[in-house]
């Protein structure tokens, strides 16, 4: 069980540079989520694929954020422009199909974002 | 749309059995109850899931009465291991929307020597 993967675990960059995490998910899971986690709060759903098609996107991803997952399997998440409140840590979690929100979903580790 | 509420933290000691109660007065007739645990640094764990009555574990047992209105997880002979953030969500199949899946803050459980 390899689990999910994401990396890289730390990025420290300079407000206004590009970054791009990338995650990969159980490989038999179709379902892949993106979250962000602030300090003191539970994660927050950001987008999320059904193999490689974008289904969902919620209203905290703005225009600077683009998501993919070109072959259904490793996805990418991709913050241009980074902004002081793009700190934070970024979440990836899959899932079988079955219902969005019962069915359970495993996380990797995250990457922590930090930015000067 | 089913909310949750739970207690900010908690405390107790190694050996002791800890019980973490999620109130959710509107849950709808198609939701199911999850709970996660998240250690510091680490991505949620899923611990069980259930609908009603009692579903135990390797892990935990959930309690759910009749009512569902709330649900008790249950972590028998904690650890100093156990301390971490414990998450109770609520699933309504009513919608398929992920934007539904709301984790809150948690419950921050501290387990002392």
């Known amino acids: 069980d390899t689990g999910v993967s994401q990396n890289p675990r730390h990025k420290i960059t300079k407000r206004g540079q590009n970054v791009t995490f990338r995650c990969d998910p159980i490989?038999?899971?179709?379902?892949l989520y993106w979250y962000r986690q602030t300090l003191g709060q539970g994660p927050e759903f950001l987008t999320y694929?059904?193999?490689?098609?974008?289904?969902?996107k919620s209203r905290l991803l703005s225009d600077r954020f683009s998501a993919e997952r070109p072959k259904g399997s490793f996805s990418t998440l991709e913050i241009q422009r980074t902004e002081q409140g793009d700190s934070a840590m970024y979440l990836c979690a899959s899932s079988l199909d079955g219902s969005v929100l019962n069915e359970p979903q495993h996380f990797g580790d995250g990457t922590r974002l930090s930015i000067l | 749309l089913a909310k949750t509420t739970q207690p900010i933290s908690m405390d107790s000691y190694e050996g002791q059995e800890v019980n973490i109660t999620c109130s959710h007065n509107?849950?709808?007739?198609?939701?199911?109850i999850t709970w996660y645990q998240q250690f510091p640094s680490q991505g949620p764990r899923f611990i069980i899931q259930g609908y009603k009555t009692k579903v135990t574990n390797e892990v935990a047992s959930l309690f759910i009465p009749a009512d569902r209105k709330s649900s008790t997880l249950s972590l028998p002979r904690v650890s100093l291991s156990d301390t971490a953030v414990y998450y109770c969500l609520v699933g309504d199949e009513r919608y398929s929307s992920a934007s539904k899946i709301i984790f809150g803050s948690g419950t921050r459980l501290s387990i002392r020597p």
């Open positions: 694929f059904q193999n490689e098609a974008q289904l969902e």
């Open positions: 490989s038999e899971h179709n379902r």
């Open positions: 509107n849950i709808a007739t198609n939701d199911y």
